[in-house]
């Protein structure tokens, strides 16, 4: 996706038509810092991302925007993109289908003891009994699951790193919803587009 100016109309490639507005059919001029530019898409490989918490869904992308209903589903790579993922069955290590998610990395690359840590002590803690398939539905009854299996991994690495714990609210706040946000954005821009041929930025905030 592709915008002719840097708020405004956008559309799925630039031609002639872009040169008149969608909206009001007079015509556009562009200078240098009006190129077209690309937005960028949110979604990653998440298996090529090493020591992240990932976002997804079984229905695909285009369903992790913020007002989409679907239940989402998140997990934990470590530094060869192996996704630990607790379901149903207990805790999965996927090396396929988490391939368009929204990644969060959470240990720097050049860390390279700490990525050694993450990786053992993943390994390790997926093995808990807590996090047996039969504890499951108990897990859900509490609003844990699949989120909460990654969070208490994350508050135990952070512990190990001399840092503090952070509750589900402040895990969201601060790593999730800007992310999702954007990804909602994204969304909304790429079904306008394939609907009207179109989408008209309100804001320059809306890039």
Request: hydrophobic share 30%; glycine share 8%.
């Amino acid at each position: 996706m592709t915008s002719p100016v840097d708020y405004g109309p956008y559309s799925q490639r630039i031609h002639d038509s872009a040169r008149q507005c969608p909206i009001c059919l007079q015509s556009l001029t562009f200078g240098l810092i009006d190129a077209p530019v690309a937005l960028t898409c949110p979604f990653t490989n998440g298996h090529t991302v090493s020591c992240a918490f990932l976002i997804g869904s079984i229905h695909g992308p285009s369903h992790l925007g913020e007002w989409d209903d679907t239940e989402i589903h998140v997990g934990l790579s470590n530094s060869e993109g192996l996704v630990y993922n607790y379901t149903l069955s207990g805790v999965r290590r996927d090396d396929h289908g988490w391939e368009q998610c929204v990644c969060i990395q959470l240990c720097p690359p050049g860390r390279h003891e700490l990525r050694e840590l993450w990786d053992r002590e993943l390994e390790q803690f997926s093995t808990s009994p807590e996090w047996v398939s039969e504890r499951f539905d108990e897990e859900r009854e509490f609003g844990s699951c699949c989120y909460g299996f990654a969070l208490t991994f994350i508050n135990h690495m952070r512990s190990l790193d001399g840092k503090v714990s952070l509750s589900r609210d402040e895990f969201t706040g601060s790593h999730i919803l800007p992310r999702m946000k954007t990804v909602s954005l994204y969304i909304n821009i790429y079904h306008a587009i394939l609907q009207h041929g179109f989408y008209i930025a309100n804001t320059p905030h809306e890039m």
